[in-house]
């Protein structure tokens, strides 16, 4: 039946970052629904069903001369692709005390245990990004808190919030998949204090929140830190994540012109995650 056929397609690119991660997006909004990152680029698996001889023509990268992209196809059946995916699939631990880990994985004894459904790469703690963002939340007090999570992808990071004592958590996500995906996993974890919402900054309004969290990327959070500085309350704080050391003084000047200022920032394989005060 074709709906237990996968098309994988191996992908092998240069500079693996961040094609890897550039190719993951837009292969996501043709239709691919899972992701392995390899050392020498990503293999990318749609349902034969949802197939067809053109699914790259909406690619954009692939176009890219700065970049070398090959790859090559083949179908599979379901059975190997959970295989393939389960076993590269490892445990993230973040400071000893977070495991982000798949239903598939064995529970181990661990303050924040945290069941994330892997179906795309984003939001499983793998990514740079993510590990540093969880790492933040595991260093604030959360405690009594209100949350907002934005950008949430799969809901990791409002999952952790909750786990550490926030009060009441709003995770939006611009993308049906990530809000459906954040749905199913804030379920998973037995939460029931987070409200997942789809849309973006215009969701806001006149809502007030003691912690802002946005994990995006640059030109984003730039045009969207405004909407967010509306919505801290005084003495609040904003983590954001998802751009490149070099784009720090960037954002850090967007803050510093609304009265925020940086307490500290964490730097992993050139990208950052900074942390401002109100
Ligand atoms: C880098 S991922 C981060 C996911 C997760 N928060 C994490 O830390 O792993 C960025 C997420 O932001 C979402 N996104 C992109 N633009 C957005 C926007 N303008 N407003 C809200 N979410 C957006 C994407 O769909 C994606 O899920």
Same mark, same amino acid.
């Given at each position: 039946?074709?709906?237990?056929?996968?098309?994988?397609?191996?992908?092998?690119?240069?500079?693996?970052?961040?094609?890897?991660?550039?190719? @993951?997006?837009?292969?996501?909004?043709?239709?691919?629904?899972?992701?392995?990152?390899?050392?020498?680029?990503?293999?990318?698996? *749609?349902?034969?069903?949802?197939?067809?001889? /053109? +699914?790259? #023509?909406?690619?954009?990268?692939?176009?890219?001369?700065?970049?070398?992209?090959?790859?090559?196809?083949?179908?599979? #059946?379901? #059975? $190997?692709?959970?295989?393939?995916?389960?076993? $590269?699939?490892?445990? @993230?631990?973040?400071?000893?005390?977070?495991?982000?880990?798949?239903?598939?994985?064995?529970?181990?004894?661990?303050?924040?245990?945290? +069941?994330?459904?892997?179906?795309?790469?984003?939001?499983?703690?793998?990514?740079?990004?993510?590990?540093?963002? &969880?790492?933040?939340?595991?260093?604030? /007090?959360?405690?009594?808190?209100?949350?907002?999570?934005?950008?949430?992808?799969?809901?990791? &990071?409002?999952?952790? %919030?909750?786990?550490?004592?926030?009060?009441?958590?709003? %995770?939006?996500?611009?993308?049906?998949?990530?809000?459906?995906?954040?749905?199913?996993?804030?379920?998973?974890?037995?939460?029931?204090?987070?409200?997942?919402?789809?849309?973006?900054?215009?969701?806001?309004?006149?809502?007030?929140?003691? +912690? @802002?969290?946005?994990? +995006?990327?640059?030109? *984003?959070?730039?045009?969207?830190?405004? =909407?967010?500085?509306?919505?801290?309350?005084?003495?609040?704080?904003?983590?954001?994540?998802?751009?490149?050391?070099?784009?720090?003084?960037? *954002?850090?000047? =967007?803050?510093?012109?609304?009265?925020?200022?940086?307490?500290?920032? @964490?730097?992993?394989? $050139?990208?950052? %995650?900074? =942390?401002?005060?109100?």
């Amino acid at each position: 039946m074709a709906e237990n056929i996968y098309m994988e397609y191996q992908f092998i690119v240069e500079p693996v970052q961040p094609v890897s991660d550039i190719l @993951i997006a837009e292969l996501g909004e043709v239709g691919f629904e899972s992701f392995v990152e390899e050392e020498t680029g990503v293999l990318a698996y *749609i349902q034969k069903g949802d197939w067809h001889e /053109d +699914i790259l #023509e909406g690619v954009s990268i692939l176009e890219n001369t700065d970049f070398k992209i090959s790859y090559e196809a083949k179908e599979i #059946e379901q #059975e $190997n692709w959970n295989a393939t995916w389960e076993q $590269n699939f490892q445990p @993230i631990l973040v400071n000893d005390v977070c495991m982000v880990r798949a239903p598939f994985h064995e529970k181990k004894e661990i303050e924040y245990d945290i +069941i994330i459904e892997p179906k795309m790469s984003f939001g499983t703690g793998h990514h740079e990004t993510t590990h540093m963002m &969880l790492q933040h939340i595991l260093h604030l /007090d959360l405690e009594g808190k209100t949350v907002l999570d934005m950008g949430c992808g799969t809901g990791v &990071l409002a999952i952790l %919030a909750s786990k550490r004592g926030a009060k009441k958590i709003d %995770a939006i996500d611009i993308d049906n998949w990530c809000y459906l995906n954040s749905l199913e996993n804030v379920e998973r974890n037995g939460i029931h204090n987070i409200s997942v919402l789809e849309g973006d900054a215009s969701l806001l309004d006149g809502n007030k929140y003691d +912690i @802002i969290i946005a994990n +995006i990327n640059r030109n *984003i959070l730039l045009k969207d830190i405004p =909407k967010y500085k509306h919505s801290l309350s005084e003495g609040g704080v904003l983590l954001v994540s998802g751009f490149y050391r070099k784009d720090l003084p960037l *954002i850090s000047e =967007k803050c510093h012109e609304l009265g925020l200022r940086i307490e500290k920032n @964490i730097e992993k394989n $050139n990208w950052v %995650a900074a =942390k401002y005060v109100f």
